[in-house]
């Protein structure tokens, strides 16, 4: 160990007299957005295959009846690695991230490297209605924090790679480096001078290059056509139907994971969370693992899927059957993916946010079209509303608008974008103050209130 730190201390004499600190910091942050985005591509992959042969299998048996038990499997195979491999010591979401930066010195434990992807793989791959992304950000604070703490880094530049790991994860899941910048910048709160973007926008490039490479198959497929500008009173009624599914999806996590958290964690727990998940996940089928793949189809115009294998699936699939059931699964979304995390599973509410939002965007399109009053762009009201219900949920607006407009292949959507996400935005900080993520940092007067940052 003396060794291995002799030759750490003779390389960082070699490497500061050879080469400059900024060139060498833009040389870390290109590994790190590589290794950032390995690791999400690999836990996606993993995931979607997993998926895909499930819905196969529901297919084969015209239900979903066997199906709708594997989340209790995964959460249980996630429970017993949190607390029986890690201890314990296996932080979930993205919270803990922003508290490392400011009460740990940017410092997160090698475990979370290999047990973020571990977890979280056979939590949503065995149905757990979760999502990756704050597992992937998470793997991605940890790959950033642990290379500059093992070249000796300082605690500014630690932070700088593991916001670099962060982004780098976000750029390679969505195919989006802004929005993976915005994201490290808007969500962990950092605040860095221009020349520190430098190696961010190193590392989002690398890991979008790299996964475009390994995952050229995004879950979003499609043609964004232009906006109306008649439209715009319809986007702005959105917006506050956003805004309030937005504190109603919010309300409901912290009170599913708050029963819970005042448990302790053990067998009994995970069956108490578990098998209601299951008993939902056998009603709303499509409320099993991400639920991408339900999007991408009301995307591409196959609403019938929204009845499949549901207990009210019908032939003919009227109207009221389809509006029925997705207001149905907009409402019990978040109930399952708190759920996940309450069984022991490990996923975020990144995903959830997404889908509830998609589910919002299509409700709302599909009865003004059905009325016969005015026919609306369905794919243009899912996306906008996607990003509507994420920018409230998580109090991120930039990110919000940013990420989908990049995963839609352009800003054709910019304004009403703008417009829904302000307004979902608003409203949810009428009734919800601070984020999930920095709720615990304001009481404890780590960080000043949002309100305070504005003046």
């Keep these: 160990m003396q060794q291995f730190g002799r030759f750490i201390i003779k390389a960082e004499r070699l490497r500061s007299k050879y080469i400059k600190h900024r060139n060498f910091l833009i040389m870390v942050s290109v590994i790190v957005g590589a290794l950032s985005a390995l690791a999400a591509v690999l836990l996606k992959l993993s995931v979607q295959f997993v998926e895909h042969k499930v819905t196969q299998l529901n297919d084969l048996m015209n239900s979903n009846a066997l199906s709708a038990a594997f989340p209790l499997v995964g959460t249980g195979l996630s429970f017993l690695l949190i607390y029986k491999v890690w201890g314990g010591r296996l932080n979930r979401g993205v919270g803990f991230i922003v508290q490392s930066i400011f009460t740990q010195k940017s410092q997160i434990p090698k475990r979370h490297i290999f047990g973020q992807i571990a977890t979280s793989a056979v939590t949503a791959a065995f149905g757990g209605s979760t999502g990756l992304e704050a597992p992937i950000v998470a793997t991605g604070a940890a790959i950033g924090s642990n290379t500059a703490h093992d070249l000796r880094l300082s605690y500014r530049d630690t932070t700088l790679l593991l ?52 995952y050229p198959d995004k879950f979003i497929f499609l043609a964004i056509k232009g906006w109306n500008i008649y439209a715009i009173p319809f986007y702005i009624l959105l917006g506050l139907c956003c805004g309030f599914v937005s504190v109603y999806t919010t309300y409901v996590v912290e009170r599913v994971e708050g029963f819970f958290h005042k448990r302790k964690p053990s067998w009994k727990s995970w069956l108490m969370a ?62 399952t993916a708190s759920l996940t995390i309450a069984a022991g599973g490990n996923g975020g509410t990144f995903a959830p946010s997404l889908i509830i939002g998609g589910l919002v965007g299509f409700t709302f399109a599909y009865i003004i079209n059905e009325s016969g009053y005015y026919e609306l762009n369905t794919s243009n009201f899912i996306i906008v509303a996607m990003a509507g219900v994420l920018a409230g949920v998580m109090h991120a607006p930039l990110t919000a608008i940013f990420l989908l407009a990049e995963i839609t292949g352009g800003y054709t959507l910019f ?41």
């Design 274 to 335: 578990g098998i209601p998940l299951c008993l939902i996940i056998f009603l709303f089928p499509h409320l099993y693992g991400e639920g991408y793949n339900m999007i991408t189809q009301l995307l591409k115009g196959n609403y019938e899927i929204v009845t499949r294998h549901t207990f009210l699936h019908m032939p003919d699939n009227k109207p009221a059957v389809i509006i029925l059931i997705c207001l149905l699964m907009i409402a019990f979304k978040a109930v």
């Design 415 to 455: 304004v009403p974008l703008m417009v829904v996400t302000a307004l979902s935005y608003f409203i949810t900080r009428k009734y919800v103050r601070h984020s999930m993520y920095h709720k615990i940092l304001v009481q404890k007067e780590l960080i000043q209130t949002e309100e305070e940052t504005y003046l």
């Design 163 to 214: 916001a670099c790991g962060v982004a780098g994860g976000i750029a390679a899941v969505f195919n989006s480096p802004i929005a993976g910048i915005i994201f490290a910048l808007e969500v962990l709160m950092i605040d860095f001078k221009i020349p520190s973007l430098i190696p961010l926008l190193i590392s989002t490039a690398t890991a979008t290059v790299l996964s475009q490479i390994l």
